[in-house]
């Protein structure tokens, strides 16, 4: 199933213009066991305006994932800089790094497995707060209001996350990472994991909820269709390096790489018709004689 609305509005003018985030030339190396380190990122630079969505997109392996990791401090930076609102943090740590989660905050793949399932779903998005020093009554405030923006009745607050289907549950997840209303969210393969038609509600959401809060997102995938519904720009990355960007739409219906051509090819439609010629052109590609 092919989205055929249209790309993403663009974000207030005035508000892209303000640069939330910067990545400048980040390179991050991995250990490898009898050989020099692997570079997972090779001066890889890209940033993302207040109230933006910028997509990074590539197949398995390209590196998209361990840039988002590397803004939320989760993998050692080697190289380059990062910088949020005007403040290096490339290598914050302790104190620095707690107090930027107040600030950026991510919804990871799965639905399943990011939710503790001992703990209901209220308890979920409470736990950060307190965490931070909220009181029991503003806690449950900010619970409700999280509940509101993901379209989930306040009750859900007294059930189990096992109470829910995969949708709801990444419902759940993106709550938590409004609860504590940052201004920038890593999407890390948010949709990845559902079903089509879930997939498309949960998009949709993203996009509300940016409407309604101005949070600024890197958004995550290996789907150009889901890419052009709700980016307003996309870079390319393959084996580290980004290898094209631009507007959203421009990037994933007429891509000017030969590997974002590959991967707009590889991306299933419904008509049997133009994936017939999709599997065509990918075959010509491959072999041009």
């Not at 640069?19 to 991050?28: C, D, G, I, S």
Request: charged fraction near 20%.
């Amino acid at each position: 199933m092919t989205s055929t609305i249209a790309p993403a509005e663009t974000a207030d003018t005035e508000l892209q213009d303000t640069t939330l985030l910067t990545a400048e030339n980040v390179v991050v190396e991995f250990p490898s066991r009898g050989k020099k380190s692997f570079r997972a990122l090779d001066s890889v630079s890209l940033d993302i305006g207040r109230s933006e969505c910028v997509g990074l997109v590539g197949g398995s392996g390209s590196g998209k994932s361990t840039l988002g990791k590397a803004i939320l401090g989760l993998v050692p930076v080697a190289g380059g800089r990062i910088s949020f609102a005007g403040d290096e943090i490339t290598h914050a740590r302790g104190a620095a790094r707690r107090r930027l989660a107040s600030s950026i905050q991510v919804v990871f793949q799965d639905p399943y497995g990011s939710l503790d399932p001992r703990m209901t779903v209220g308890q979920v998005l409470a736990e950060p707060l307190v965490a931070s020093g909220a009181g029991k009554t503003s806690a449950r405030g900010s619970v409700a209001e999280a509940l509101d923006l993901v379209k989930l009745p306040r009750g859900s607050a007294d059930r189990y996350p096992s109470e829910f289907s995969g949708g709801q549950r990444q419902r759940v997840a993106i709550a938590r990472a409004l609860v504590r209303r940052p201004r920038l969210i890593i999407c890390d393969e948010p949709v990845s994991a559902l079903d089509l038609t879930t997939q498309a509600s949960i998009v949709d959401l993203f996009i509300d909820v940016q409407r309604n809060t101005g949070v600024s997102y890197l958004f995550v995938s290996h789907d150009l269709n889901v890419v052009r519904r709700i980016c307003h720009r996309v870079s390319v990355m393959h084996k580290g390096v980004i290898v094209e960007s631009g507007d959203a739409e421009t990037v994933t219906l007429s891509p000017a790489h030969q590997y974002t051509q590959r991967l707009l090819l590889a991306s299933p439609v419904a008509d049997p018709v133009r994936q017939a010629a999709r599997r065509r052109a990918w075959a010509q590609l491959r072999d041009p004689q």
